[in-house]
């Protein structure tokens, strides 16, 4: 930690920030007052050890800077990767599908490493201590600058699903990100988890905010009763004297995944066809490079790059996919690079194009972990930061209980903060068993920490938190895992239409990715017993998508029990007995 702590020395030359000697010896002087080093020779090999981590040369005349996901992180979090990120099909040991030692090997990743850390759950507690947290949005601005130092016309395009996540953003309406992200310098942007502000609220930001600031672009959004583009669909622009076409892509499938009803007049779709069309224009109008920065998630961007000629990036998100290396996949036009930027401002892609007689020539590219230890804030972003929390501080802050074990989300299947919730939904609302929805947002906390109301609405900040309480019989229970899990597990990407697997309490039950609909989930039980099919249970959750829906804000639910515990011992998760996966390098359980 202390090679991160001289970091902020060393920085200076990228950013034009100064450090006076008197500065330089007070830091040097307190890592060694910390007994981070043996001696000054020490001190100054860790720090440019560290240093060499950002230091990436300019490649080529035309660069991309991406981020996605970030959903609200304006602080620095922990945040921990998953270890079920299963693959099937043809996707069955292919990146994005690899976690853990699999990955690492995949890419000759030192095991301990800062990089193994970024990039794998591995050993996580105790690098996450030695590391530090990540992102945030000072120190994403840092290292923003520090790339734009050597590309200057570099584009900055974010990927979606930042206004949505944190407390702050659902008490501003989303303003505090939008804010935030015009102060960071974002050029583009395309959309999802922002529709569940309403299309009303959307189309303020767009008009009052961004105009003329940043593109939001979406080519697969359209109205309903004559199919005309809400959105741009793409924009180009000069960069180094060349023209570049970047296009967006919203998530496909919003109305399904969210309600319905926030965007009534508006269709979506992943549309192919219109996507060609949004390419050979481009082309047409001079455009050397096409870029796409979308919201289908992995999977889906590879089967459409696969599909649509012309392309020679996609830049993705939605699925939080840390890709270290762009997978190169081949159409009838040629290549499509396709890679994606992970999450809660956690990394950022750098891609650097070398164009050449009018075509891309060869590319860079180097997904850069943010770490908070060794990019210091930016003064102007983190003052920023701190006036629009200052109204919400001490009720972000208040400690609600302490928790003895690591708490964290993304998976497949379940993590710890979701057992958390269902285990607090049943106990507050009486029920047999609960769902909670299968979100891949939400940050880490390490054992000992205290959870505060700030760490549960990052887990449960939605437009539509609403908790509920409602009777099921074991058929239907069987109807909506099994929908759940065809959305996960369809073989064909362009019907993975959702997140990750519901979150279930209570119930135990099997589940088999590689059979057929309806015949997924297995051996379902409640305390030992086989569910009955026309038996009735007591069900709880939150998050409806219904148009109407009401209830107590699940936030409260789990605030009220985190109140009565005081400390929370280390949850118990509830990970399904898995069938057929046996070998398959995406789960390490």
């Known amino acids: 930690k202390g090679a991160f702590l001289l970091r902020h020395i060393f920085i200076n030359r990228h950013i034009n920030m100064e450090l006076n000697r008197r500065e330089f010896m007070g830091v040097m002087a307190a890592g060694a007052a910390a007994g981070m080093f043996s001696s000054w020779g020490e001190a100054a090999a860790a720090a440019s050890k560290a240093d060499k981590l950002y230091e990436l040369p300019k490649f080529g005349n035309v660069s991309f800077l991406h981020f996605t996901d970030c959903h609200a992180q304006l602080m620095p979090v922990y945040f921990r990767e998953p270890n079920v990120n299963l693959g099937v099909g043809s996707m069955q040991g292919q990146v994005p599908h690899l976690v853990g030692e699999s990955l690492l090997k995949k890419y000759g990743i030192p095991s301990g490493s800062p990089l193994a850390h970024a990039y794998t759950y591995l050993d996580f507690e105790k690098s996450a201590k030695a590391y530090g947290k990540v992102g945030g949005f000072a120190h994403m601005a840092t290292l923003v600058k520090m790339m734009r130092a050597s590309r200057p016309h570099a584009f900055l395009v974010d990927g979606g699903d930042t206004w949505q996540g944190s407390a702050t953003a659902l008490w501003t309406n989303g303003q505090d990100m939008v804010d935030a992200t015009k102060l960071l310098g974002v050029d583009m942007m395309c959309p999802h988890w922002e529709f569940t502000y309403g ?72 549309q192919d066809d219109n996507m060609q069309k949004m ?204 929908d759940v899990c065809d959305n996960l597990f369809n073989p064909d990407p362009y019907y993975q239409q959702g997140g990750d697997m519901v979150r279930v309490g209570g119930l135990q039950y099997a589940c088999a990715p590689l059979e057929k609909m309806g015949k997924r989930i297995q051996d379902m039980r409640l305390n030992g017993k086989p569910i009955e099919a026309s038996k009735k249970y007591k069900v709880a959750g939150w998050a409806p998508v219904a148009e109407g829906a009401t209830g107590v804000p699940v936030w409260d639910v789990v605030e009220t029990w985190l109140k009565d515990k005081k400390k929370i011992a280390p949850r118990k998760i509830n990970t399904p007995k898995l069938i057929g996966m046996k070998g398959n390098p995406g789960i390490a359980l």
């Not at 622009?237 to 009534?264: C, D, E, K, L, M």
């Not at 109008?285 to 000629?309: C, E, P, Q, T, W």
């Not at 392309?311 to 396709?338: E, M, S």
């Open 199 to 270: 299309a009303d609220r959307v189309m303020e930001i767009v008009k009052k905010d961004l105009a003329g600031k940043i593109e939001f672009l979406a080519q697969n959004v359209k109205t309903n009763d004559f199919g005309d583009p809400v959105f741009k669909p793409y924009v180009i622009r000069q960069q180094n004297g060349i023209p570049v076409a970047v296009i967006g892509q919203a998530f496909p499938y919003t109305p399904i995944a969210n309600p319905r009803h926030f965007v009534p007049d508006w269709t979506f779709g992943i």
């Open 279 to 482: 390419v050979d224009e481009c082309r047409a109008k001079g455009a050397k490079v096409v870029v796409v920065i979308s919201h289908n998630g992995m999977d889906v961007d590879l089967k459409m790059a696969s599909r649509v000629r012309g392309i020679d990036a996609i830049l993705g998100g939605h699925t939080h996919d840390g890709v270290i290396q762009p997978i190169k996949v081949k159409n009838a036009g040629g290549v499509t690079l396709v890679t994606n930027a992970g999450s809660n401002t956690k990394f950022l892609g750098v891609l650097d194009f070398d164009v050449k007689n009018g075509k891309v020539a060869d590319f860079r590219y180097k997904l850069l972990p943010v770490f908070a230890d060794m990019l210091p804030a930016d003064k102007d972003m983190q003052a920023f930061i701190d006036r629009v929390r200052s109204p919400y501080k001490a009720k972000l802050e208040e400690t609600l209980a302490v928790t003895e074990g690591l708490l964290y989300r993304r998976g497949n299947f379940n993590g710890s903060f979701d057992q958390l919730i269902v285990d607090a939904l049943m106990e507050v609302k009486g029920a047999d068993l609960a769902f909670s929805p299968g979100f891949r947002w939400g940050t880490s906390l390490l054992p000992g920490q205290a959870i505060t109301r700030e760490h549960v609405m990052d887990q449960t900040a939605t437009t539509y938190s609403y908790s509920t309480l409602t009777e099921m019989t074991g058929e239907m229970i069987k109807t909506v895992l099994e």
